[in-house]
């Protein structure tokens, strides 16, 4: 089936077609009038230069009109094999298609909202056939079943007539169009958008890439460039700018020689403060006392710290690289990436 993308805005046009597959555009004047167009012709020529087939209104009064009116289109530098001309359906549109279909051009006959003008279209050898999906839904009537009409028609009598499912409102009507069978959907960018699009399908990518990011990625590839460190002759108030400059809740304590003592967090400041008052900060990490601190190398997998984390049920780990503290991971920056619910 193909597909064709129905706008006028360049911005989207220019997204749409970097998806790589699309058959072509089609436009109408009341999109142009809409977007404020006034240099409609150097609208259309710049469009046709931007998509592989361009689908154009002509309009006029008479078959010769509007036959006419194709022609100076393509005077303007159009290609006739890249070139749809749309024509309303009527007496005056079918006997237009005819002529057009005789100069070799190609014809899209669309306002269709009966069987009875899609077949006078198909009968003129329109290339397209356009009903108008979303419009006759709008007015109560089974617009589905005038599609699926159109289609059996075509394949019933061998017309040389490909069905285009137009007027598109939302995602389903594209469902609705591969489920009957038409030969093409022009559909706005907005729903072309969200074909892809599954709740399911996001939260398995989702997964996905936190399952590769735990086995591929190393701890040192995500702690931040501050690493909050405190000799243990620092005071408690040398520890809490510490933690202010890094934004982190903790730093890591050591000895002259460069050895890892212990971690003081923020949690242990509002424990101490509550019990001690003010004065604590005063004291020197040296005067404290410290649990076994909880490391992880900075070459390590993110699925070991993550461990670590999980297991422990603590909010910060001391990053080591040849047993000295290089950083310091923070479960937040683990949140942020996904990787811990």
Known sequence: MELYLDSV?????????????????TTTPTFMHRHGITDIDGAIVKLSGMVPILQVEALGDTPEEILKEA??????????????????VSNVGVTACKLLRDKGLMVNIHLVYTLNQAYMAMAAGATYVCPLVGRLQDEGHDALALVE???????????DTKIMFSSVRHAEHVRNALNIGVHTITAPWGVM??????????????????????????VREIIRAENPVVKDSSTVLDAIVQMNESRLGAVAVIDDKGNLKGVFTDGDLRRNLKEKGKAFTDSTMGELSFNEPLTVSASALLYDAVKIFKEKQIDNIVVLDNNAPVGMLDIQDLVKMGLIG
């Open 71 to 88: 022609e100076r289109l393509l005077a303007l530098g159009l290609d006739k094999n890249k070139t749809v001309f749309k024509i309303p």
């Open 193 to 218: 958008q969200k074909l892809t699009s599954n709740n399911f399908t996001t939260l398995g990518t989702d997964q996905f890439v936190e399952h590769t990011k735990l086995m591929t990625m190393k």
């Open 149 to 159: 009409q159109c289609v059996d028609v075509v394949e019933r009598y061998g017309y």
């Open 9 to 25: 805005d360049f911005k989207e046009i220019e997204a749409g077609f970097k998806l790589g597959f699309l058959t072509g555009l």
